[in-house]
């Protein structure tokens, strides 16, 4: 298999998992623990028709509609109990991709790399 990713990244374990993965309308009620009637409405809304199997960005986009009034970290809990593709929050600014002066001392290796952040 192909290294897709760039230098020095990695896609930690199952983190890629779900990607392609489909969900049923009684699937979503279950994780997201909303009624079935709630996500029949939302999913014909949405998509125009409660009938079909929504992929993992149409199941994040439920999550959003569904459970919007939650905190975060509950709406990604949810995707990963139905077995979505649940995208890290950090993935574009996450530790050691942000410009060296922004991140975190304890990313350091010494003091030398400290004092050229500035």
């Known amino acids: 298999m192909e290294n897709t990713e760039r230098p020095g990244e990695y896609a930690p374990a199952g983190e890629e998992s779900g990607v392609n993965a489909t969900f049923t309308l009684d699937e979503i ?10 996500v029949h409405r939302a999913m014909t809304g949405e998509f125009g028709s409660a009938e079909i199997r929504v992929d993992s960005k149409q199941a994040q986009h439920l999550a959003e509609v569904l459970l919007g009034d939650l905190p975060q970290d509950r709406q990604l809990a949810a995707l990963m109990t139905l077995g ?9 600014i996450g530790l050691g991709e942000k410009d060296p002066s922004e991140e975190s001392d304890k990313l350091a290796k010494d003091k030398s790399e400290l004092d050229q952040r500035g």
């Not at 009620?29 to 709630?38: G, K, Q």
């Not at 979505?84 to 574009?92: K, L, N, S, V």
Request: proline share 16%; glycine share 0%.
């Open 29 to 38: 009620a279950s994780a997201f623990e909303v009624d079935p009637e709630r």
């Open 84 to 92: 979505a593709y649940t995208p890290r929050p950090d993935h574009d």
